[in-house]
C-alpha cells in the first residue's frame, strides 16, 4: 500500500496562491492515479481534482476548473495542487488520495493525513 504525506498548506489572504504537494512512498507510486479532495468544518469531504498514472489525463470538479491546477511528477513520487485566486470558502482540510485509475476517482486506496489551507478574507 502507498504512503501519503501532504504539505504547503497555510494561512493565505484572498487573491492569493498556495502550492499543495503529496508526496508518496511505499509501493510505486506511477502505478496509483492520485486524487486531491478537501474538507470544510461541518461540511463532507468533496473531491477537487484527479490526475492519471502518468499525468496524460486530469479530472476537476467543475468549481474549480481554471483556478485549481493537478499535476505530477513521478521521478519526484509527487503531486501537486496549484491553488490561485483563493477565496475564503476554499478553507479547508486538503486530503491526496490513491486510486487504482483515474475513473476510479471515487475509489480511495489511501488517504493522507491532510493539510490545512486557511483563506482570510
Known amino acids: 500500500q502507498v504512503q501519503l504525506v501532504e504539505s504547503g498548506g497555510g494561512l493565505v489572504q484572498a487573491g492569493g496562491s498556495l502550492r499543495l504537494s503529496c508526496t508518496a512512498s511505499?509501493?510505486?507510486?506511477?502505478?496509483?492515479?492520485i486524487g486531491w479532495f478537501r474538507q470544510a468544518p461541518g461540511k463532507e469531504r468533496e473531491f477537487v481534482a484527479a490526475?492519471?498514472?502518468?499525468?496524460?489525463?486530469?479530472h476537476y470538479e467543475e468549481s474549480l476548473k481554471g483556478r485549481f491546477t493537478i499535476s505530477r511528477d513521478n521521478a519526484e513520487n509527487s503531486v501537486y495542487l496549484q491553488m490561485d485566486s483563493l477565496k475564503p470558502e476554499d478553507t479547508a482540510v486538503y486530503y491526496c488520495?490513491?486510486?487504482?485509475?483515474?475513473?476510479?476517482?471515487?475509489?480511495?486506496?489511501?488517504w493522507g493525513q491532510g493539510t490545512q489551507v486557511t483563506v482570510s478574507s
Open positions: 490526475i492519471s498514472q502518468n499525468g496524460g489525463s486530469t
Open positions: 488520495a490513491a486510486h487504482d485509475s483515474l475513473a476510479d476517482y471515487l475509489e480511495i486506496l489511501s
Open positions: 511505499g509501493r510505486t507510486f506511477s502505478d496509483y492515479a
